[in-house]
């Protein structure tokens, strides 16, 4: 039996960067995992500029850039009559999002911590947590071949996923529960042409779509959970359904390929969270919760809260439409140029200037042509009601 500094579970996008970091500080470390790599898990694996940021910090950016996994350098958000793009909040300097497969990540990741000075043990399965007088002190598990082990460590730090064997052995508290809000299925598709990072919201249905290793395409398709059951009845043929909400998307879709891994080629997430901690040791899981907490916080968007824009029609014929969100602080100046309808919004989220409370941005809607003039959104706003989230 060895005495560790630490001991991390878990070697993926978490552990295997927490051991690298104390590692390169001199620290004494163990990583361990029940995977080999490079291996696959269910995750849409998006990397947003504070991950990049991170990436290029710790030197690893490089390895990700030499996969061919393509830069996401816009975003877009399509409500429908609103189309709203433009460029993340820079980071460090970087604006630049990437979406390597976990295949890759996972393994670049694995390999810098045990350059880093880690002992790394894939295949390594932890069957018990040992804990004296109240603490935790080290792990007892096996390797591959079955052989028992049992080492200690001054701190134990669980990154072991939603079901984390740690966060379970230690009770840990919870906080920032989430509900379930959200049944998604993902797959891959070749042939697909995207421009950045993809988001299609409609009523009650949702994807997200963004360029991947290999000339790939990831879709993920979300609907509520009060519809899961109706989704799983077929899965193959509501996830292709949902594409005719976005006629052109889905035209696109039509012309491509979907490389699948199973019959159905889907892979399932639920987007709910829990946060647990207990002592030096912290674990994040997706488990089911029916209450959020009851504060405000930091949020990049408002929720509208007008079915349809109020509009008034100035002397020139340009029809000016004027929304505000729920929370009554942000505001939103539109003008049309042909005399129609205003078109319907439903109550979805809409993005600030990542610099500033103003931005501009192309809203279509049928049959006339939107332009958002200025919008004003608070740096503190409520939490959006929309029941499609990103998973």
């Known amino acids: 039996m060895s005495e560790y500094d630490a001991i991390v579970v878990g070697a993926r996008c978490a552990g295997a960067p927490t051991a690298m970091v104390l590692a390169r500080r001199g620290w004494r470390v163990l990583l361990v995992d029940r995977a080999t790599f490079p291996s696959d898990t269910v995750s849409t694996h998006l990397l947003h500029a504070p991950a990049i940021a991170a990436l290029h910090r710790w ?3 490089h390895r ?33 999002a990437y979406a390597p497969r976990r295949t890759v990540l996972d393994k670049i990741l694995v390999d810098a911590a045990a350059e880093a000075g880690a002992e790394v043990r894939e295949g390594f399965t932890v069957d018990e947590i040992l804990i ?7 792990i007892r598990g096996r390797d591959p ?22 966060a379970r052995a230690v009770r840990a508290e919870e906080y920032n529960t989430k509900p379930i809000l959200q049944w998604s299925y993902y797959t891959y598709w070749s042939g697909l042409p995207i421009d950045g990072m993809e988001t299609v919201i409609r009523p009650n249905r949702g994807w997200g779509a963004f360029p991947t290793n290999d000339d790939l395409t990831l879709i993920v398709m979300g609907w509520p959970y009060a519809e899961a059951s109706a989704y799983k009845s077929d899965v193959e043929a509501n996830y292709l359904k949902t594409f005719e909400l976005a006629p052109e998307f889905a035209a696109r879709v039509r012309e491509a390929k979907r490389e699948a891994r199973s019959p159905a080629g889907l892979s399932r997430i639920t987007s709910a969270s829990r946060t647990a901690t207990a002592g030096r040791s912290s674990v994040t899981r997706a488990i089911p919760r029916t209450r959020s907490p009851p504060r405000a916080s930091p949020m990049r968007s408002a929720t509208l809260s007008a079915a349809r824009m109020r ?5 020139s014929g340009v029809r000016r439409s004027r929304m505000r969100c729920r929370s009554g602080n942000a505001h939103v100046t539109c003008t049309q140029r042909r005399s129609t309808n205003s078109p319907r919004i439903s109550r979805r989220s809409i993005l600030r200037h990542p610099r500033c409370n103003r931005f501009s941005a192309r ?23 929309s029941s499609i989230r990103r998973a």
């Open 145 to 166: 071949h079955g052989a028992a082990a049992c080492e200690r460590a001054r701190v134990v730090i669980g990154a072991d996923g939603r079901n984390s064997h740690l």
């Open 64 to 96: 990700v850039v030499a996969t061919g996994c393509p830069p996401i350098n816009t975003y877009s958000f399509d409500f429908g009559p609103i189309t709203i793009s433009g460029t993340p909040r820079p980071v460090d300097g970087i604006n630049t």
């Open 132 to 138: 004296e007088d109240g603490a935790v002190v080290g």
């Open 59 to 61: 030197g690893l950016l």
């Open 311 to 315: 509009s008034s029609k100035c002397s």
């Open 363 to 385: 809203c279509t809607g049928t049959g006339t042509r939107w332009t958002i003039s200025s919008a004003w959104l608070p740096r503190r706003s409520h939490r959006s009601s």
